[in-house]
Structures are given as C-alpha cells and as structure tokens.
C-alpha cells in the first residue's frame, strides 16, 4: 500500500501495533545490546515501516550519541532514505574508549572494542551519500577525549572526515586547521578574531553561494 493512500489514523493505528509487537520483543530480548543486535533491530524496524508503506524514501533516520552507529548502519543499508541526523555523536568509539582506560590497558581495549563493540560511525556513514545534517554538542564532555577540550570533541573529527570525504577540494590539509580553530571557539569573538584573521567575507561568500545556486541549482556540487 503507498504512503498517499494511507489516511492519518490508519497510520497512527498500525504504528501503534507495530511499537507494541517491538516493545513486546524486547521484553524477551537478552538484554546484551552489542552491534549485531542493534543492527538486527534497525533492520527490523526498517522492514517495518516499509510493511506498513513507508518508503525509504519518505523516512529520515535520527540518532543521538551512540545511536549514530544504528542510524549511520541504516543509512548504508537503505541508501535511499530521505535523509540522515546525527546528534552529538562520534566518528569511532575507540579514541573515547582510549582516553578514559588507563594507558596499560589500552591494547587489551583496543582488542575488546574491535572484536565485540566495535563502533565505526563514520566508516558506515561514508557509503550514504544522501542528505546528512550532524549536530555537534560543543560541550559535550562525553565525546571529549581531552577534559574540556572543545577540540578534542569526536563529532567535529567525525565533520572533518565526512567532509574530506564529500568536499575533498574544500577540506584538505591546508584549510583542516582552520576549522579545528573554528572548533575550538567558545564565543562569538573568536569567530570574529577567526574570520578577520582570514579574510571572509560573510558578504561575498553568501552571494557566491546564491549566484550558484541561481545558474545551476540549489545542490552544491561534493566535487
């Protein structure tokens, strides 16, 4: 059955159904949410509310914190979902893992996270190349491997990866300590400092961004 021909409350009622049939699983579930769980949960999810006549292409994944595992491995399962919203998450769990584990353990970590709780968001999120919008909670001490450090925050080295990765000619070495600068900001001038000392025009550069998008179109090119 398509999307349009479903009325508001057929939808709400078969939702319903399906949360309870969910919720109902996990009260018989082992409790042991490692990755092939919660990769097995998000398919069933997914096959859900295709079954109900949702579209890939009518849904858009959220995750927060370490839910960006989950929604960036549905993002590259079903890569043609509407779109993607990571909220303050992290690019790998190992760095976090590292930096809270003492130094001696950090081998014995490094093996327990790879072959049991390995979380590779940005390895997964790399393959969906649709829309992504990422969330970053500047002070967020949980995704900090450096106490109060805003740069040591693993969302921005997950920002830098995913746009090296799609603007490889607008984040490369050369402009990479710019924004970790621009990371590492606590208020507004700072960011002036930061735009004074290389030479943006906020002006210029929004006019730029709309002549393009009026010649070609609202999609910025990735390369």
Not at 127 to 132: E, F, I, Q, T, V
Request: proline share 5%; net charge neutral; aromatic share 8%.
């Amino acid at each position: 059955m398509r999307l349009p021909e479903l009325s508001c409350v057929a939808m709400m009622e078969r939702t319903m159904r399906g949360l309870l049939t969910i919720l109902r699983n996990i009260s018989k579930a082992s409790g042991l949410p490692f990755p092939a769980q919660e990769r097995r949960a998000i398919d069933a999810v997914m096959e859900f509310a295709v079954h109900l006549g949702f579209q890939p292409k009518h849904i858009v994944l959220y995750s927060w914190s370490i839910g960006g595992y989950t929604a960036s491995y549905a993002a590259k399962t079903w890569p043609n979902v509407k779109g993607v919203i990571m909220d303050a998450t992290f690019d790998d769990i190992i760095p976090l893992v590292l930096a809270r584990m003492p130094e001696f353990l950090a081998g014995l970590s490094c093996a327990v996270v790879n072959n049991h709780l390995k979380l590779d968001n940005f390895e997964q999120i790399r393959h969906y190349k649709g829309p992504l919008l990422l969330i970053n909670r500047m002070f967020d001490t949980m995704m900090m491997t450096q106490p109060g450090i805003m740069a040591s925050n693993r969302g921005n080295v997950l920002f830098e990866n995913i746009m090296m990765e799609r603007f490889p000619k607008l984040m490369d070495e050369d402009t990479l300590p710019i924004f970790e600068r621009l990371f590492s900001a606590r208020h507004a001038q700072m960011l002036d400092d930061l735009r004074r000392d290389v030479g943006v025009d906020n002006d210029l550069c929004e006019a730029m961004v709309r002549s393009y998008a009026q010649q070609h179109s609202a999609s910025l090119p990735s390369r």
